[in-house]
């Protein structure tokens, strides 16, 4: 196993388990490289080099979710960057099937009460995706710039195995309707946990600026829309989202 400490047990859907790895999206990029097949799936018990969005560092102890999967793309497929969405209702779904109501932050943060619960990374290996889920099950890190959560808060705290089971079975469902319907359904099922229309929100963009709106949905291409306090409506394709 790339990456893994000891063999790897397979769970039932095809999740292969390690006790300890760096990093399982940087495990799962060598093996896509390698020619792993698409709904391949590795988690771990524990990463010791974790990563979030932009490098950041994410705390990994034993209990919580750390897996990662992958999606090789197709000339027919919709837009990769919307494999975000994808993941973000999958993960959703898998939430609300273990018990907890989590409402969905552009573009695939989960949020109880307005805590953080869980965090998605994709990266490009060749022409596939890889795609990483961090859930805090059991656990939440302290002294972030933002609240987090766990699922053991609000009384479920599934064991990570059966979690990534639930979780694997709900993405492969939802990377099917994208890649047979399109972005629509997934767009739709994405507003429809989203947070509500008008909710207030600041953008900090990759050049350091910030913009502040209100949320006006999603863009055909799933592209967050803000509309501003002069009325116009701008379109953001990349950057971090904070509720106001």
């Known amino acids: 196993?790339?990456?893994g400490r000891g063999k790897g047990a397979?769970?039932?859907?095809?999740?292969?388990?390690?006790?300890?790895?760096?990093?399982?999206?940087?495990?799962?990029?060598?093996?896509?490289?390698?020619?792993?097949?698409?709904?391949s799936w590795l988690r771990a018990e524990r990463q010791t080099a974790g990563r979030g969005r932009?490098?950041?560092?994410?705390?990994?102890?034993?209990?919580?979710?750390?897996?990662?999967?992958?999606?090789?793309?197709?000339?027919?497929?919709?837009?990769?960057?919307?494999?975000?969405?994808?993941?973000?209702v999958a993960l959703e779904e898998a939430v609300r099937t273990h018990g907890v109501q989590a409402v969905l932050k552009w573009p695939n943060d989960l949020l109880v009460d307005g805590a953080k619960l869980s965090g998605i990374l994709l990266e490009r290996a060749?022409?596939?995706?890889?795609?990483?889920?961090?859930?805090?099950?059991?656990?939440?890190?302290?002294?972030?710039d933002r609240a987090a959560t766990?699922?053991?808060?609000?009384?479920?705290?599934?064991d990570p195995q059966l979690f990534a089971e639930t979780l694997a079975e709900a993405f492969e469902r939802w990377l099917a309707r994208w890649r047979g319907e399109?972005?629509?359904?997934?767009?739709?099922?994405?507003?429809?946990?989203?947070?509500?229309?008008?909710?207030?929100?600041?953008?900090?963009?990759?050049?350091?600026?910030?913009?502040?709106?209100?949320?006006?949905g999603l863009d055909r291409d799933g592209a967050l829309i803000l509309r501003l306090a002069d009325g116009t409506r701008h379109v953001i394709h990349a950057g971090d989202v904070f509720l106001l």
């Open 1 to 3: 196993m790339v990456g």
């Open 150 to 158: 766990s699922m053991r808060v609000y009384g479920a705290a599934p």
């Open 182 to 216: 399109g972005i629509a359904p997934v767009r739709d099922r994405w507003l429809a946990r989203a947070h509500p229309l008008g909710t207030a929100l600041t953008a900090r963009l990759a050049d350091g600026s910030a913009r502040e709106g209100l949320f006006d």
């Open 126 to 144: 060749d022409e596939a995706v890889v795609i990483g889920f961090g859930v805090n099950l059991h656990h939440c890190p302290e002294g972030l």
């Open 54 to 88: 932009q490098g950041r560092a994410w705390e990994s102890p034993v209990g919580n979710l750390y897996a990662s999967t992958l999606v090789r793309l197709r000339p027919s497929d919709p837009p990769p960057a919307t494999l975000a969405l994808v993941a973000a």
């Open 10 to 39: 397979l769970l039932s859907h095809g999740v292969r388990t390690v006790a300890e790895t760096g990093s399982t999206n940087a495990d799962m990029a060598e093996l896509a490289r390698a020619g792993a097949a698409e709904g």
